[in-house]
């Protein structure tokens, strides 16, 4: 079964700049959408941000709508979410997710994300 790495975590101020990476363990993988959610404490898991995957289409939660953008890198099969002006409530464990299911048409945070990322920790200060 493949996996999913995430690294690029760590402890930043308001307002810097993050960037994850998630890196399958199978060169040739592939998926219907990759996407990224996070896990606040105390707090249910929240989409984030989610691309189809040879396809158009991005999607991002409204939390984070102007600030953070997910691509993949066709080479390395690397999935990133760079993340910009990054706020206290941004911080959280990050997950990176595969939808190996489809249909095509179905709404990127509604695909069934069954391969999951053991996800990386996201701190902000202020």
């Known amino acids: 079964q493949v996996h999913l790495v995430e690294s690029g975590g760590g402890l930043v101020q308001a307002g810097d700049s993050l960037k994850l990476s998630c890196t399958t363990s199978?060169?040739?993988?592939?998926?219907?959408?990759m996407g990224w959610f996070r896990r606040a404490p105390g707090k249910e898991r929240e989409f984030v941000a989610a691309r189809r995957w040879n396809r158009i289409g991005s999607k991002y939660g409204d939390s984070v709508k102007g600030r953070f953008t997910i691509s993949r890198d066709e080479d390395s099969n690397t999935i990133y979410l760079q993340m910009n002006g990054l706020r206290p409530e941004d911080t959280g464990v990050y997950y990176c997710?595969?939808?190996?299911?489809?249909?095509?048409?179905?709404?990127?945070?509604?695909?069934?994300?069954?391969?999951w990322g053991q996800g990386t920790q996201v701190t902000v200060s202020s």
């Open positions: 199978e060169r040739t993988f592939s998926a219907y959408a």
């Open positions: 997710a595969a939808a190996t299911r489809g249909p095509w048409s179905t709404p990127l945070p509604d695909f069934d994300y069954n391969v």
